[in-house]
């Protein structure tokens, strides 16, 4: 199993809607998460991190933890070209090192 | 933005030479790391440092040296540049690996192509 797994996409949403990004982890001492996006030729940008279980909103975006079933995803609503970008999933393992996922690639269509 | 700069920004070499890049930051973090990004493996970390003169190996660190002099300079060597190295580079930064300070903050990359 990979440590941390992501769909690679490309997911492709109309604008205006909710894209939902999800990762999953095996590491079950990990205890910080942050989703990073990266536009084509750029480096990763954090958008936010998590820690506890359950909902954490930040405008337009919300990141959601389950640390029971290892799951930990991105929501984002109201969709923009803007958004379209590759989505990193990130996770901190309980040896303490980042490990991230290959990202999902998301594609907003005006 | 955090303050973290990169050079070069692209280089092309020819196999066996060797490289050196260069990560400056300005935040005073402790701690710095090197990865590399391909397609289809998606972010691997090199080295890392933990302070001046400390570092340690990540999970892809053959062919590769690190050097940290000053708390806000990292180097990362090639000692004879392959093209298995041929990649983007990046340089990230943190103020711990625990906690709610443990976030990584990248620099801009660094394109790099052996021929």
């Known amino acids: 199993q990979k440590e941390v797994e992501q769909n690679s996409g490309p997911l492709s949403v109309p604008e205006g809607a909710i894209a939902s990004l999800n990762c999953t982890y095996s590491d079950r001492g990990s205890q910080s998460f942050f989703w990073y996006r990266q536009y084509s030729g750029k480096s990763p940008e954090l958008i936010m991190f998590i820690y506890s279980n359950g909902d954490k909103e930040d405008g337009r975006f919300t990141a959601q933890l389950n640390k029971a079933s290892q799951y930990v995803s991105l929501l984002i609503r109201d969709s923009q070209p803007s958004d379209s970008a590759t989505y990193l999933c990130?996770?901190?393992?309980?040896?303490?090192?980042?490990?991230f996922g290959k990202g999902t690639k998301l594609s907003v269509k005006p | 933005d955090a303050g973290i700069t990169q050079s070069p920004r692209h280089k092309v070499t020819e196999t066996g030479t060797p490289v050196t890049l260069r990560c400056h930051q300005t935040e005073n973090h402790r701690y710095m790391y090197w990865y590399r990004q391909d397609p289809g493996h998606g972010l691997r970390l090199i080295h890392y440092?933990?302070?001046?003169?400390?570092?340690d190996k990540g999970e892809v660190s053959d062919g590769y040296s690190v050097s940290r002099s000053k708390t806000e300079d990292f180097l990362l060597t090639l000692e004879s540049a392959t093209s298995s190295q041929t990649s983007v580079y990046f340089c990230?930064?943190?103020?711990?690996?625990?906690?709610?300070?443990?976030?990584?903050?990248f620099g801009p990359g660094t394109r790099l192509t052996v021929l």
């Open positions: 440092s933990y302070g001046v003169k400390d570092t």
């Open positions: 990130a996770v901190v393992r309980s040896q303490g090192n980042l490990i």
């Open positions: 990230a930064i943190s103020e711990s690996t625990r906690g709610a300070t443990d976030t990584q903050y």
